[in-house]
């Protein structure tokens, strides 16, 4: 009896550990969702378009899009479209833990394509974005890039670590990739959280260039990136206290994410599903 009582973690720790882990469930489900509107967005309006054999509607979004005669850059640009829907919806599977511990062979799998998929969509991002360009100025292109080379540095070391076989390590090398690799979803999604909350375009600029965009360029992957440190340091190291303080500000933080989806989806994605 009194050994059950010394190893039994205390009652409070465990209810804190399940708070976590119920704010992280809450969490991916909300994100999950919205990613998969995103695919849904891109393989209807770009896979769409490319069947009826019309890529000059791509450029109805695009800005640096699809030119005329330009294959190598169009190719690319076409595969880096294709990659995203892969990547995006693989990404959002790869994290559920029931199929890690159900289907094994299907984790790997789609484990490696993701780091490849990670890999390639980051190398034809940055082609495009210093051949073709991009909306925004200077901040929007330098933001992204740095985005795309974390991606490949991130994506690296959790496959090293997953071949390795230091599961832990590969774990948070992992989940460090899938934020990045979000990074451009959370864009849209913070974006029209701001726009939202402050009732108009304010900060955005006429150019695409004003300071809302010019700090989102950056904060779209680095946020999240904070806020991914803190929840595994509390998760491995943080006291019952702490745990409880990170569910909570997650579910916050959860809730105006769940504004900025339904803000994107009704604004942008949606009305290119379903146009008019
Ligand atoms: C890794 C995850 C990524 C995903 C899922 C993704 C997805 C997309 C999507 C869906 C578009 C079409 C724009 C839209 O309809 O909203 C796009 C365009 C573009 N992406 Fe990515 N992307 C990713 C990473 C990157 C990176 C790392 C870069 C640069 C380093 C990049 C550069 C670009 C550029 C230049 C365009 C064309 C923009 C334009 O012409 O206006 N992407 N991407």
Redesign the pocket.
């Known amino acids: 009896m009194t050994a059950t009582l010394a190893t039994a973690p205390p009652l409070s720790k465990s209810l804190a550990d399940r708070a976590l882990s119920a704010s992280g469930t809450l969490w991916f489900l909300t994100a999950a969702a919205g990613q998969w509107m995103?695919v849904l967005?891109?393989s209807s309006?770009?896979g769409g378009a490319a069947v009826q054999g019309n890529f000059e509607k791509?450029?109805d979004?695009?800005?640096?899009?699809y030119v005329a005669g330009g294959t190598l850059g169009n190719i690319i640009?076409a595969g880096?479209?294709l990659?995203?829907?892969t990547?995006?919806a693989g990404g959002t599977l790869q994290l559920i833990p029931q199929i890690r511990a159900r289907a094994l062979p299907f984790h790997r799998w789609n484990g490696r394509v993701y780091i490849l998929?990670?890999l390639v969509?980051?190398l034809?991002?940055?082609y495009?974005?210093w051949t073709?360009?991009?909306?925004g100025g200077e901040s929007l292109?330098i933001g992204?890039?740095l985005?795309?080379?974390l991606?490949l540095v991130c994506a690296v070391l959790a496959w090293r670590y997953a071949l390795a076989r230091d599961i832990a390590t590969h774990r948070r090398w992992a989940l460090r990739t899938f934020m990045?690799?979000?990074?451009?979803?959370f864009f849209?999604v913070g974006l029209m959280l701001w726009i939202l909350a402050n009732h108009g375009p304010v900060g955005i600029g006429r150019d695409f260039d004003g300071p809302f965009v010019r700090f989102w360029s950056f904060g779209c992957y680095l946020v999240p990136l904070i806020v991914l440190e803190l929840y595994l340091r509390s998760q491995e190291r943080g006291s019952a206290t702490d745990k409880f303080a990170a569910a909570a500000a997650l579910v916050v933080l959860t809730a105006a994410m769940a504004v900025g989806i339904l803000g994107a989806a009704m604004g942008?994605w949606l009305p290119?599903v379903m146009p008019a």
């Open positions: 995103f967005y891109i309006f770009y791509w450029n979004v695009l800005v640096g899009g640009l880096h479209l990659l995203a829907v990547i995006t998929t990670a969509i980051s034809f991002g940055l495009m974005v073709r360009g991009t909306a292109r992204i890039s985005n795309g080379i991606i990045l690799v979000s990074g451009v979803w849209r942008m290119r």
